[in-house]
T-cell receptor, first 113, second 115 residues
């Protein structure tokens, strides 16, 4: 078990381009979360999956953002028409049950130029 | 409106001494609290947690204290080691309210432990 894996680690893109990030959770974890962290802030919740069902979304998740977890295993987070304000660390986390700690991946650092 | 507040952006402690990191919250419905440690360019790593039915939880050098009436929790690290130097995040959740693990994080406190 190698923990939560995220790919890529870094992504530089131009404003207006689309980007997609991938997260592979710990294999036996059925809950998967996406968070965003900007400089000087703590992680902010974006969305949550239980198996393949997306059960909760934050108001931070604008219509340019979409997340999927098609087979209840890995997840993707896509940002369309990126803006400079999207520059942040995007963190994925997983857990086995709702009242257990979250295990985080190393994150994807997005820079929008 | 910040529901979880870490009012000290940084803390410097001598190796071997106690580090005390503080966290305040405003939502009385929070019933589960966690501390995470984060090194640069890495994701947060879980340290210790406490349920609202307890007022203390201890794990090795780390102890978390919860004062529900004051809506305050603290993390004590004794003795502090240089490897403890990192950013520490306090987080809270409202599991009984069905938040499903949506953690609310503070802004973090950067701890520096000097040899």
């Amino acid at each position: 078990d190698t923990g939560v894996s995220q790919d890529p680690r870094h992504k530089i893109t131009k404003r207006g381009q689309n980007v997609t990030f991938r997260c592979d959770p710990i294999s036996e974890h059925n809950r998967l979360y996406w968070y965003r962290q900007t400089l000087g802030q703590g992680p902010e919740f974006l969305t949550y999956f239980q198996n393949e069902a997306q059960l909760e979304k934050s108001r931070l998740l604008s219509d340019r953002f979409s997340a999927e977890r098609p087979k209840g295993s890995f997840s993707t987070l896509e940002i369309q028409r990126t803006e400079q304000g999207d520059s942040a660390m995007y963190l994925c986390a997983s857990s086995y049950r709702s009242n257990e700690k979250l295990f985080f991946g190393s994150g994807t650092q997005l820079s929008v130029l | 409106d910040q529901q979880v507040k870490q009012n000290s952006p940084s803390l410097s402690v001598q190796e071997g001494r106690i580090s005390i990191l503080n966290c305040d919250y405003t939502n009385s419905m929070f019933d589960y609290f966690l501390w995470y440690k984060k090194y640069p360019a890495e994701g947060p790593t879980f340290l210790i947690s406490i349920s609202s039915i307890k007022d203390k939880n201890e794990d090795g050098r780390f102890t978390v204290f919860l004062n529900k009436s004051a809506k305050h929790l603290s993390l004590h690290i004794v003795p502090s080691q240089p490897g403890d130097s990192a950013v520490y995040f306090c987080a809270a959740s409202e599991y009984a309210g069905g938040s499903q693990g949506n953690l609310i994080f503070g802004k973090g406190t950067k701890l520096s432990v000097k040899p």
